[in-house]
């Protein structure tokens, strides 16, 4: 097989397991998160006075990933930039809004969402193997996400991606959104980021306090939590028991 078949099959076997792969690389982090507890010496930049700061600064990376994600879905139409799984559906080209400045806006958004917990071990090691890993394990996936969108839109395809860089942004470029932005849209498509940021942070504050015998917990976050928890609940009803959230074309 050549090796561009070859690419474009592992990015097709990756990009239907890629919800799991995050899941794999939280067990791995909560497991140095609770070492960095033990072990406050070793770490490269957390230090006692600043911890609440640092987590401040890392959800804030969180939540700037978060941000380029609704930015991107909430002005995309139906069956595109999608969270589906067993195969690639784009029915349109998108080539407006974020999609003039690069061509992997979702995945862009990820890699800040993941780099928030990432950057909270402390471990500089873990944060490299993370981003290498990252880029790795995406680059099949965009590759072979490519390979479909220039099968189905030929020319069109290749003449957009000529002038958008893949994964970089680049603003020189820049159009205005074809379509409006959706707020119902993202309360039915981002509903599990929102919940999963508040319960990862929120995982990771109570491990660390239970680990060193402490009960110090951040109860802000852990009510944001549970908040966000309760509007999963609802908009996850919403979804499938109303058509409260519902939108023609998107």
Known sequence: ????????????????????IPAILLAVGIVIWLRSELHPGDLWIKAAPYDGYY??????????????RIYTVGHTPVNTSGRNAKYQIADTLNTTGIYSTVRHPLYLGNFFMWLGP????????FII???LGYWLYYERIMYSEEQFLRRKFGDVYTSWAEKVPAFVPSFK????????????????KEKNGFAAIFIIFSLMDISGELIRGESGFKWV????????????????????CTTLLNEEGR
């Open 118 to 125: 990432v950057l909270l071990t402390g471990h500089v090691w």
């Open 55 to 68: 987590l401040l600064f890392c959800m804030l990376v969180t939540f700037f990933g978060f941000a380029i």
């Open 221 to 240: 976050l852990l009510g944001f939590c549970i908040v966000a928890g309760l509007l999963y609940l609802v908009l996850k009803y919403m979804k499938w």
């Open 1 to 20: 097989m050549a090796l561009q078949e070859e690419f474009e099959k592992q990015g097709t076997l990756l990009f239907r397991y890629r919800s799991f």
């Open 129 to 131: 193997v993370f981003c």
């Open 173 to 188: 470029n820049f159009v205005p959104p074809a379509l409006p932005f959706s707020w119902k849209k993202i309360l039915k």
